[in-house]
């Protein structure tokens, strides 16, 4: 059976649609033959759709001092169904922010740390005025994961 990362990003602007996209042709170029990449808003996870991935990458904005409401709403509906069969899920996790990221850099790794889901690389935190350079850190954290889970390391 194919492994497979799951990517779940809320991408409200143009900006952010950016970087899921970046995020989702990275892995989904990665050179293998084993490999399923899934794209999808976090309204429209549901526990299962984690349970089956090897790994995941989360992307979201900070809006208001948080991570955005669409990712929160994701782990208010399935934090519950996940915390006694998702331990050790490889996570990697990107943050678009206007200002600062702090806030939700917080909340996010108290959540994964909560679920024990295994952080393969420091969360990404693009903050400030939009800088191009941003897609290639996203693509960069996808190819890692891609091959993380592509070889069996995660
Ligand atoms: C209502 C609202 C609240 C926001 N609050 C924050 C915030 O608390 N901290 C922050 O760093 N950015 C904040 N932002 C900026 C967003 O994170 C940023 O606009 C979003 O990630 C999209 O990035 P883009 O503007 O490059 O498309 C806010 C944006 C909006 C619209």
């Known amino acids: 059976m194919k492994k497979q990362l799951l990517i779940i990003a809320h991408a409200p602007s143009d900006n952010t649609a950016a970087l899921a996209r970046a995020s989702f042709d990275a892995a989904n170029d990665y050179d293998t033959h084993d490999l399923n990449v899934r794209l999808l808003s976090p309204f429209d996870v549901q526990t299962e759709d ?3 991935a090897d ?3 989360i992307g979201t ?4 001092g948080y991570m955005a409401g669409a990712t929160k709403d ?6 519950n169904d996940w915390i006694d069969i998702s331990a050790g899920k ?3 996790l990107y943050i678009r ?3 600062d ?3 939700t850099t917080h909340a996010l790794n108290s959540i994964l740390n ?6 393969m690389a420091p969360p990404l935190v693009l903050h400030g005025t939009w800088n191009s350079a941003f897609i290639d850190e996203v693509a960069e954290l996808s190819l890692g994961m891609a091959a993380g889970i592509d070889a069996g390391i995660f």
């Open 50 to 52: 984690v349970i089956k």
């Open 61 to 64: 904005t900070e809006n208001i």
């Open 114 to 119: 909560g679920l024990r889901w295994r952080m």
């Open 55 to 57: 790994g995941v990458i």
């Open 97 to 99: 922010a206007g200002l």
């Open 101 to 103: 990221g702090t806030a």
């Open 74 to 79: 994701m782990f208010d509906r399935c934090y």
């Open 90 to 92: 490889a996570v990697g």
